[in-house]
């Protein structure tokens, strides 16, 4: 089946301990991003990655880092997560930029 | 960068009645505008896209229309059912490789 995994889909840590959401889909996207949705302010991107190694800021990316070393996989890290990071994040894959976009689950993070 | 807009915030109709939802963008260079619905506790799903070479575009109950000089485009559903309630982004291309989305309408339909 196609889709796009994230994992997990909830957590709760903690300001300053490091963390990783992984993201991977299995249908060989060249194109994925990774959304924050927040209440009143819709979808925002973060990041983006147009290939394996090419990555670059979306709108939002202040606190937030990510790696593409393999087409399939594409991790959000927060180095040093704080509270305005508590947020629904989305990752999504796309064939290519200006195509339909699938996305994961989602996880909802809380950082206290 | 590109400012994607969408009025109302929040929409209720009539079952049976239909329902538009407009959004306005800002970089007239933006090329692709999908519409995404998404349920409440689920992802967004794409429900119908439009390219810019193109004035209209229908799925059954559901058309999105685009107004490239007004840099506008409309999401429409006719003959709303419950199962329409969701919030709906529209969202615009910008630059060559980013995606810009609106803050998303609620639609409530009432049986």
């Known amino acids: 089946e196609a889709q796009v995994t994230q994992n997990p889909r909830y957590l709760i840590t903690v300001t300053g301990k490091k963390l990783t959401v992984t993201c991977s889909q299995n249908m060989n996207h060249e194109y994925m991003s990774w959304y924050r949705q927040d209440p009143g302010l819709g979808l925002r991107q973060i990041y983006y990655s147009m290939n394996v190694e090419v990555t670059d800021k979306g709108d939002v990316p202040e606190g937030y880092k990510v790696s593409r070393k393999e087409k399939r996989n594409f991790p959000l890290i927060l180095e040093s997560p704080s509270p305005n990071q508590t947020s629904l994040y989305f990752c999504?894959?796309?064939?290519?930029?200006?195509?339909?976009?699938?996305f994961g689950q989602g996880t909802r993070l809380t950082v206290v | 960068g590109e400012n994607v807009e969408q009025h109302p915030s929040t929409l209720s109709v009539q079952e049976g009645d239909s329902a538009v939802i407009k959004c306005t963008y800002s970089?007239?260079?933006?090329?692709?505008f999908p519409w995404y619905k998404q349920e409440l506790g689920k992802r967004p799903q794409l429900i119908i896209d439009i390219r810019s070479n193109v004035g209209e575009k229908k799925d059954q109950r559901i058309a999105v229309t685009l107004n490239k000089t007004a840099k506008h485009f409309s999401l429409h559903i006719t003959e709303t059912q419950p199962e329409d309630s969701a919030v709906y982004f529209c969202a615009a291309t910008h630059g060559n490789n980013r995606l810009a989305f609106g803050k998303g309408n609620q639609v409530v339909v009432i049986p």
């Open positions: 970089d007239s260079a933006s090329n692709y």
């Open positions: 999504a894959s796309s064939p290519r930029p200006g195509t339909e976009a699938f």
